[in-house]
């Protein structure tokens, strides 16, 4: 056998588009089912979370209603005890003038004895000076 020189060969190798975009396009497919999947379980998710948060929110208004409720009682009673207050500074202001009157009386009446009780001895003293 004899060695046949090397020769070349020019090779066409045809291609089918369509097999290439085909292809390509069950790839994407499959990816875009994939996502889908993923944005459902998102949305339970999502779903999920916002029933939570409603029922939180639910539990914080019952909340800020009980203060309120909470917040009215306490300023009628505050409201209360200022009155009870007032009507008691009321009647000690009342007492306390009554007994600055009735101090200003016996101040007047002490004084008046005093000067009695200084004239009496006034006339005592010259009543010995005269004798």
Do not use: C, W
């Not at 369509?18 to 990816?31: A, V």
């Not at 306390?96 to 009157?101: F, G, L, P, V, Y």
């Amino acid at each position: 056998m004899e060695l046949q020189p090397e020769g070349t060969k020019e090779v066409v190798y045809r291609i089918d588009p369509f097999s290439i975009i085909f292809r390509e396009l069950d790839l994407i497919h499959s990816e875009i089912r994939e996502i889908k999947s993923e944005i459902v379980f998102l949305h339970q998710r999502i779903d999920e979370t916002n029933k939570r948060v409603d029922e939180t929110n639910k539990r914080i208004d019952e909340m800020n209603k009980r203060i309120d409720e909470m917040n009215i009682a306490i300023n009628k009673r505050i409201d209360e005890t200022n009155k009870r207050i007032d009507e008691t500074n009321l009647r000690i202001d009342a007492l306390a003038s009554d007994i600055n009157r009735r101090l200003d009386k016996l101040f007047l009446v002490v004084i008046i004895n005093l000067i009695a009780i200084i004239g009496f001895l006034f006339k005592i003293v010259l009543d010995g000076l005269i004798k």
